[in-house]
């Protein structure tokens, strides 16, 4: 049974940092893509960052280029993001996101494995 968990949500302070992890279970993790998504109440879910099998490939929003950093560690079946410099518009519900296949890039419908999410929240 392929399982993606995120951990490392909670609430921040404008210019703070946090680190999502996203542990996965059930699937061969370097024939995936990882991705990296959010949504607000009322809005369309989009995808802030995307990282190929070996690292070597990443995709970032505008939003947040300069500021988030997605890894992955194929040894330990894991992607995290990085987030720095936070701001409130970067409050949502992250969810980590699988993509079979090592091509590059990927569409964001290519995403078919998802995880529960975990909450942001940025505040002052």
């Known amino acids: 049974q392929v399982q993606l968990r995120e951990s490392g949500g909670g609430l921040a302070r404008t210019g703070g940092s946090l680190r999502l992890s996203c542990t996965t279970t059930?699937?061969?993790?370097?024939?995936?893509?990882m991705a990296w998504f959010r949504q607000v109440p009322g809005k369309e879910r989009e995808c802030v960052a995307a990282?190929?099998?070996?690292?070597?490939?990443?995709y970032y929003t505008d939003d947040v280029k300069g500021r988030f950093t997605i890894a992955r560690d194929n040894s330990k079946d894991t992607v995290n993001l990085l987030m720095n410099n936070l701001k409130s518009e970067d409050t949502a519900v992250y969810y980590c996101?699988?993509?079979?296949?090592?091509?590059?890039?990927?569409?964001?419908?290519?995403?078919?494995?998802w995880g529960q999410g975990t909450q942001v929240t940025v505040s002052s």
């Open positions: 059930g699937l061969t993790f370097s024939l995936f893509t």
């Open positions: 990282i190929n099998w070996t690292g070597d490939y990443t």
């Open positions: 996101a699988a993509a079979y296949g090592r091509q590059w890039p990927r569409s964001f419908s290519d995403y078919d494995r």
